[in-house]
C-alpha cells in the first residue's frame, strides 16, 4: 500500500504527514529518517481500533485499489 505524504522543513529538522490519515505526523532530524518515522506512524495508525458508538451495527467490506 502507498500513501502520499508531505514533508515539511522545521527548526527541528524535518515533519512530514499523511494527508490522507487525518493526524497522521511524524518527524525527525532529515527527510530519510523522517520517511521512515511516518511509515511506522501510518502501520500503527492503521492498526489501531477505534470503538464505535454504542448501538451501532458493525459490518465488514473489502476494498482494493
Known amino acids: 500500500?502507498?500513501?502520499k505524504v508531505a514533508l515539511y522543513p522545521s527548526d527541528?529538522?524535518?515533519a512530514v504527514c499523511a494527508p490522507s490519515l487525518p493526524g497522521?505526523?511524524?518527524q525527525s532530524e532529515n527527510a530519510d529518517e523522517a520517511l521512515a518515522n511516518i511509515s511506522e506512524a501510518?502501520?500503527?495508525y492503521l492498526a489501531?481500533?477505534?470503538?464505535?458508538?454504542?448501538?451501532?451495527e458493525l459490518s465488514?467490506?473489502?476494498v482494493t485499489v
Do not use: D
Not at 489501531?48 to 451501532?56: H, K, L
Open 48 to 56: 489501531a481500533e477505534i470503538e464505535p458508538a454504542p448501538g451501532a
Open 1 to 3: 500500500m502507498r500513501f
Open 42 to 44: 501510518i502501520r500503527e
Open 12 to 14: 527541528e529538522g524535518v
Open 24 to 26: 497522521c505526523w511524524s
Open 60 to 62: 465488514e467490506v473489502e
